[in-house]
Nanobody, 124 residues
Framework: QVQLVESGGGWVQTGGSRRLSCAASGGTFSSYSMGWFRQAPGQEGEFVATINRSGGTTYYAYSLKGRFTISRDNAKNTVVLQMNSLKPEDTAVYYC?????????????????WGQGTQVTVSS
């Protein structure tokens, strides 16, 4: 069973960038497709981005495409979410998730493994 730990959250100024990392342990990382989701206060969780096991295929929430980039390093057991041109509406707790499938998914219930989340706050 894989364990996931996110890092890299914090406060960032509007228009700035932030790089979130998710470190995996306890499993064969390359066996999992990975996803990032987020939840803002008082709102439901939202899909952000996903990447398949090999890293060859990525999907993004339409509204975020072009600003966010997901990548993975199977040798280092990490998945990264690079966030640029951040807006206040990007403020949320960001969660890393894993599913033991080759193909990635945009649906949160298809991910059985989750990290504890990392807070990102964007303001001026």
């Amino acid at each position: 069973q894989v364990q996931l730990v996110e890092s890299g959250g914090g406060w960032v100024q509007t228009g700035g960038s932030r790089r979130l990392s998710c470190a995996a342990s306890g499993g064969t990382f390359s066996s999992y497709s990975m996803g990032w989701f987020r939840q803002a206060p008082g709102q439901e969780g939202e899909f952000v981005a996903t990447i398949n096991r090999s890293g060859g295929t990525t999907y993004y929430a339409y509204s975020l495409k072009g600003r966010f980039t997901i990548s993975r390093d199977n040798a280092k057991n990490t998945v990264v979410l690079q966030m640029n041109s951040l807006k206040p509406e990007d403020t949320a707790v960001y969660y890393c998730a894993a599913r033991p499938e080759f193909y990635s998914s945009t649906v949160y219930v298809s991910y059985p493994y989750w990290g504890q989340g990392t807070q990102v706050t964007v303001s001026s």
